[in-house]
């Protein structure tokens, strides 16, 4: 049995997410702390997250923990953490994915029949260009916050729909809020979206040898093939890039997208593997979007 301390940013859907994790470490017998962290993201809500930096808006401070040896482990959405992590610090396990879409929260819309002019709003760069290009006569509101305020200002502001990732929405319990679950293959999700990431200090073997069992090797597969176009391109979080893997036990898919903010212009590519390929599927993915002009619109 070992004392651990886990770090976590403090809404209510990141500790629940942590708290996921918590359980999984508390069925071993560990004793766990958690330890809440304010990050930069959190305190300024006043400007989109594309105007705060491009790397590390969410979980900058809690690697700075880490590093200092004040917390054993920090729990992370996948899709916040960049690419490059601080010196020192590695992924100790890929767990627990959820359903890895964006919903729409409309009532009784969907995204085809949301009329002319409806106000959507969303706080991320990604889903604005993707949104863009999908319906260009909607009208996209920046919304910031956690997921209770991003809610509360749907309403508040009177929007017609507000588009979310689906793991927050089913992990906070709102499943019934939902009116679609979007097709990632046109909405393409985050890279690594709807996985949690434990992070580590990487030569702690022992915190590594307690995390293994909560690796998910398919979440693994996924996360490193689709992690591995942003890292090609050299974009953050907060750039309108999506990547969406699955895998089917024999062959990997990856699929990257980009566009410009206004959406109107767009670059996919696609490529096949097995799931010892992630590194070539990502830079064949990458070459291509590089090709089609993609880093005019995701570098910053």
């Not at 919304?143 to 507000?162: C, H, M, P, S």
């Amino acid at each position: 049995m070992a004392n651990l301390s886990i770090g976590t940013r403090g809404s209510e859907l990141a500790v629940r997410q942590t708290d996921l994790i918590v359980s999984r470490l508390e069925s071993q017998e560990h004793h766990v702390t958690v330890v809440r962290v304010e990050t930069h993201g959190d305190r300024v809500l006043d400007r989109a997250l594309n105007q705060l930096g491009n790397q590390g808006v969410f979980t900058t401070e809690l690697e700075q923990r880490l590093v200092a040896g004040t917390i054993d482990l920090a729990v992370h959405s996948l899709k916040d953490l960049p690419t490059q992590l601080a010196p020192g610090l590695a992924i100790g396990a890929y767990a627990l994915p959820e359903d890895r879409r964006d919903v729409l929260l409309a009532g009784d819309y969907t995204l085809a029949t949301l009329p002319p002019g409806a106000r959507v709003g969303t706080s991320s760069l990604r889903r604005t260009a993707f949104l863009r290009s999908l319906r260009p006569d909607l009208e996209v509101v920046p919304v910031r916050g956690n997921l209770q305020t991003r809610l509360r200002k749907w309403q508040e502001l009177g929007l017609d729909g507000l588009l979310l990732a689906a793991a927050g929405v089913h992990r906070l319990g709102w499943q019934d809020k939902i009116s679609e679950y979007l097709d990632p293959f046109a909405m393409v999700p985050a890279p690594g979206q709807g996985i949690l990431a434990v992070e580590m200090v990487a030569d702690r073997q022992d915190i590594a040898k307690i995390l293994a069992p909560l690796d998910d090797p398919a979440a693994r597969v996924l996360a490193q093939a689709e992690r591995g176009v942003l890292a090609r391109l050299g974009g953050g979080c907060q750039m309108p890039l999506g990547a969406y893997a699955t895998w089917d036990g024999e062959t990997v898919y990856l699929l990257g997208q980009a566009a410009d903010p206004a959406g109107t212009r767009l670059a996919r590519a696609e490529a096949r593997g097995t799931a010892s390929d992630t590194d070539r599927l990502a830079e064949e993915v990458a070459d291509e979007l590089r090709r089609q002009g993609a880093l005019a619109w995701i570098q910053p």
